[in-house]
Every structure is written in C-alpha cells, then in structure tokens.
C-alpha cells in the first residue's frame, strides 16, 4: 500500500475540503463609544488584520452638513478617526481610501485639506464623482486600513 493510498490520504482530503472555512477570520465591530449607527451597518470591521471603514459624511456638531466645504470634509476624515481610534489605529494606518464627491470641481479642495490629514506615504486611493449622497452630504470616504496593531 503506498502513501496515496491509505487513511492519510483521505484525511488530508477532508482537510482540503474544509480548510476555506478554517481559514476565514471572525469579524469584529468597531462602534466608537458613545456613537450611534445612522442604520443597519457597523462603523468599522476588523477581520483578520485588515479593517473596513464603513463610508462616513461631514456632520457638524448638530448632525448637520457644514456650511463650508472644507469643514465638511474634516469632519469626514475626523469621524474616520474616530473609529479608527477605537480599534487602537490611526490615519497612518490606512492602505486604500475611497473618496466619493457629489462635485468633481470641489477635488482641489478636498484633495488641500485630505493632504493636510493624511500622512506620508498616503493610502492608495480613488475618488469617484457621485450623482447624490445622503441628505445634503458632499463627501463620503470609506478607508480600509491595516489591523494588524488593532487592540484585540
């Protein structure tokens, strides 16, 4: 009887056939505290070391658009910190960001104050101009960011 053909051989099948499910790493929510989902999504998930960033807007301390662009765009890019803070990362930590603009004429100014946040070497990123975003949103980024010094 040679190697192939013995209870090893079946074994090591089976373990093929399930390693895809062993392989997958648990998801974990990252919810500042204090903060509340504007529907059914999380903030932030970590799973393995990579963590998604769900798409944020600019909201004034009223939960409302701010009147000045740039504003808008801080307040973006602080709510990306806000959970990134909670999963113990930073801005730094960001791989890939997604820039999403209602007005592709507002890119120099978005681009001036996200440079101003982002540090060097900046994420790889893609901005995309939208027809509408939620409410009177002019801005939404989502970041993916590396996990890999996330709080367990």
């Known amino acids: 009887m040679s190697f192939f053909q013995t209870p090893l051989r079946s074994a090591l099948a089976a373990l093929l056939l399930l ?4 392989l997958q790493a648990e998801k ?3 919810v500042p505290k204090g903060s509340a989902t504007a ?6 998930i970590i799973s393995g070391n990579t963590m998604y960033v769900a798409g944020q807007i600019g909201r004034d301390a009223n939960g409302g658009t701010p ?4 504003d808008e765009v801080k307040a ?8 990134l803070k909670e999963a113990g990362l930073t801005l730094a930590d960001a791989v890939a960001v997604q ?9 120099d100014r978005m681009n001036k104050v996200y440079m101003t946040q982002f540090p060097e070497p900046r994420p790889a990123r893609t901005t995309v101009g939208v027809a509408k975003l939620v409410g009177k949103a002019r801005i ?3 970041v993916t960011a590396d996990a890999s010094k996330a709080k367990k």
């Open 19 to 22: 390693a895809p499910g062993l």
């Open 28 to 30: 974990k929510a990252i």
């Open 39 to 44: 529907g059914p999504y999380s903030p932030g």
């Open 67 to 70: 009147e000045v662009f740039e």
């Open 76 to 83: 973006c890019i602080g709510s990306i910190e806000k959970i």
């Open 99 to 107: 820039v999403y603009l209602t007005d592709m004429d507002l890119f």
């Open 140 to 142: 939404e980024i989502t």
